[in-house]
T-cell receptor
Framework: DAMVIQNPRYQVTQFGKPVTLSCSQT?????MYWYQQKSSQAPKLLFH???????NEADTPDNFQSRRPNTSFCFLDIRSPGLGDAAMYLC???????????FGSGTRLTVV | GDSVTQMEGPVTLSEEAFLTINCTYT??????LFWYVQYPGEGLQLLLK?????DKGSNKGFEATYRKETTSFHLEKGSVQVSDSAVYFC???????????FGAGTILRVKS
């Protein structure tokens, strides 16, 4: 089945130690997104790629970076995780505004 | 900017009760509207969507109608089940953009 896959489901990292979360898709969608969702809150868009065009949200901290080496993969890099970065990170894809969005199962990040 | 407002929860219902979760939006142009459901520890699943005024989205007994005159997209279900317990997010997709904007989410608890 075509889908969006996030690895790992659970990630524990040390305070200040760089961590990378991965997302892959078999849908061949143009757009890939990274959302941060803290407990009991709505998902918050960090950035998205339209093909290779990177779009950063104005309030996304510099600590968060992203890479999209090809259509299928997208990575979220957190350069120096703080305790406040503990959250569920959701990857999503879409074909465009009316194309519908498909979400992965998320990666729950714990910072110790 | 565009925004989505949902009724605050938690909403607690008995099994077989009628469900309404209110959602209103503010947007320029003609956005697409969505309801997503999130079960504990999981990612977001698309429940239903509507892409133009007066469209009705429906799935698994849930319905919502795109009302442009009242800028609303209320979620309804005639008879809820315990398995419907989850967090429900109303969202919009900008007409000419690639972003999904979420409401704060409404927790639904269904008791047997």
């Amino acid at each position: 089945d075509a889908m969006v896959i996030q690895n790992p489901r659970y990630q524990v990292t040390q305070f200040g130690k760089p961590v990378t979360l991965s997302c892959s898709q078999t849908l061949n969608h143009n757009v890939m997104y990274w959302y941060q969702q803290k407990s009991s809150q709505a998902p918050k868009l960090l950035f998205h790629y339209y093909d290779k065009d990177f779009n950063n949200e104005a309030d996304t901290p510099d600590n968060f970076q992203s890479r999209r080496p090809n259509t299928s993969f997208c990575f979220l890099d957190i350069r120096s995780p703080g305790l406040g970065d503990a959250a569920m990170y959701l990857c999503a894809t879409s074909l465009g505004p009316d194309g519908g969005y498909t979400f992965g199962s998320g990666t729950r990040l714990t910072v110790v | 900017g565009d925004s989505v407002t949902q009724m605050e929860g938690p909403v607690t219902l008995s099994e077989e009760a009628f469900l309404t979760i209110n959602c209103t939006y503010t947007a320029t142009g003609y956005p697409s509207l969505f309801w997503y459901v999130q079960y504990p520890g999981e990612g977001l699943q698309l429940l239903l969507k509507a892409t133009k005024a007066d469209d009705k989205g429906s799935n698994k007994g849930f319905e919502a109608t795109y009302r442009k005159e009242t800028t609303s997209f209320h979620l309804e279900k005639g008879s809820v089940q315990v398995s419907d317990s989850a967090v429900y997010f109303c969202a919009l997709s900008e007409e000419y953009g690639n972003k999904l904007v979420f409401g704060a989410g409404t927790i639904l608890r269904v008791k047997s």
